[in-house]
């Protein structure tokens, strides 16, 4: 048969996808088997520590998408343990969460692209195709296409002002983690957390922690 005549083989791409709801795992699985020319192979976790497992052990992988919200993990500390575990790794943020400041997070600390769970079928397609397109010769796609942009906080100036661990202390918070939690979380004692929430609260000029809450949403 003359080799113009053959089917070519389309390229394979490995993606870990590490999100706790096996539906959504499923259905992502299921409908991106192919992208464009690409055949992707879907690795899965359900937890931050199981997907740094599986991103240790199976071999090459070309883009991890990681949940915000895990068992074991909330807001984007997954992304920095991730980082500063496989500094190599191209991680690109999946989340519910639409507020400009965690997609300008995400970039800053590393993420090479923010994929909106409420996207239309059609905007994920497009996402998924510009982060593997060329991911083994690193050529990254349009910041346009892997960054959306939406509305951005009202308090996006004052937050532009605090520190790394102000920062930090802020997501955790605006992820619903109780201060013991974010004393778990960052190794902190419970009385410097509780410190650095109020002086959050002093910082953005509210009240309480649930109005602060309020104006991210």
């Excluded at 998924?128 to 050529?139: C, Q, S, T, W």
């Amino acid at each position: 048969m003359s080799s113009d005549l053959r089917c070519a083989v389309p390229a394979t791409r490995r993606v870990l996808l590490i999100d706790d709801h096996e539906l959504v795992r499923a259905g992502i699985r299921t409908l991106y088997r192919l992208l464009d020319d690409l055949s992707i192979e879907w690795l899965e976790a359900a937890s931050l520590q199981e997907g740094l497992q599986v991103y240790r052990d199976s071999g090459p992988v070309d883009v991890v998408l990681l949940d915000l919200n895990l068992s074991d993990c909330k807001g984007l500390q997954g992304l920095r343990q991730f980082l500063q575990a496989f500094p190599e790794a191209r991680v690109a943020v999946f989340s519910g969460t639409q507020d400009e400041f965690v997609v300008r997070q995400a970039r800053a600390l590393g993420a090479v692209g923010y994929v909106p769970k409420g996207a239309m079928m059609v905007e994920m397609r497009n996402t998924l195709a510009a982060l593997v397109g060329d991911a083994r010769r690193g050529r990254p796609a349009s910041p346009g296409t892997l960054f959306p942009r939406f509305p951005s906080s009202a308090m996006y100036d004052r937050v532009a002002e605090l520190g790394p661990r102000h920062l930090e202390i802020l997501e955790l918070v605006l992820s619903g983690c109780s201060n013991q939690e974010i004393s778990n979380s960052t190794q902190l004692s419970l009385g410097t957390v509780k410190n650095y929430v109020s002086s959050l609260l002093l910082a953005l000029d509210v009240k309480s922690r649930s109005h602060m809450i309020s104006l991210f949403r």
